[in-house]
């Protein structure tokens, strides 16, 4: 079984300012561990994913994640927000190593920067 | 280029229809997946197939028929059964673990 939580349904920060999303994950399995953006109406993009490699996962425009075993955390950081990071972002766990696993997502946080 | 095609992008669907979401992959993966978005909710799992002519429900699928008779096509039909469908649709598809490619959505209204 896994599950996915996200702190905070709703985060604001300035621009220029750290960003900072939570998610704590529960598996049953070594997990694979994804961020998603969606920007309204549209898809889902994949900003950065955690396959058991390195801990400290780099993705792309600038956001990384690091993968905490310990505290069961993959919280997503941007050093300095910008005006086109406002969006959705969701966290989800697969099960890591097996040929197929389904995607499990937290409930979603949305992001607005401030001028 | 390789991807995911839903359609339409918006469906509006009469009390008491049956409506069919058409969901397409080029991608060549085998695995297909159906997800209901609402506010506040996240994506919850409607269907997921792994194989051709094999599908199995996911934690909503009640309301919710799907098929899989091409590795290219998972269409998703909402029933009449389902009664709160006005909703956000995503289709996925993957290839091994941590490949999931996502369409761009098909927002249904039931007017």
């Known amino acids: 079984a896994q599950s996915v939580t996200q702190l905070g349904s709703h985060v604001s920060v300035s621009e220029g300012a750290l960003v900072l999303l939570r998610c704590n994950y529960s598996?049953?399995?070594?997990?694979?561990l994804f961020w998603y953006v969606q920007y309204p109406n549209q898809g889902l993009q994949l900003l950065l994913k955690?396959?058991?490699?390195?801990?400290l996962v780099k993705g792309i425009n600038g956001f990384e994640a690091e993968f905490k075993k310990s505290e069961t955390s993959f919280h997503l950081t941007k050093p300095s927000a910008h005006m086109s990071d406002a969006a959705e972002y969701f966290c989800a766990v697969s099960p890591g190593g097996t040929s197929y696993g389904k995607l499990t997502f937290g409930q979603g946080t949305i992001l607005t920067v401030h001028p | 280029d390789g991807g995911i095609t839903q359609s339409p992008k918006y469906l509006f669907r009469k009390e008491g229809q049956n409506v069919t979401l058409s969901c397409e992959q080029n991608?060549?993966?085998?695995?297909m997946y159906w997800y209901r978005q609402d506010p506040g909710q996240g994506l919850r799992l409607i269907y997921y197939s792994q194989i051709v002519n094999d599908f199995q429900k996911g934690d909503i699928a009640e309301g919710y028929s799907v098929s899989r008779e091409k590795k290219e096509s998972f269409p998703l039909t909402v029933t009449s059964a389902q009664k709160n469908p006005t909703a956000f649709y995503l289709c996925?598809?993957?290839f091994g673990t941590g490949r999931y490619t996502f369409g761009s959505g098909t927002r249904l209204t039931v007017v």
């Open positions: 996925a598809s993957s």
């Open positions: 598996s049953s399995v070594p997990p694979y």
């Open positions: 955690y396959t058991s490699a390195a801990t």
């Open positions: 991608l060549n993966h085998d695995a």
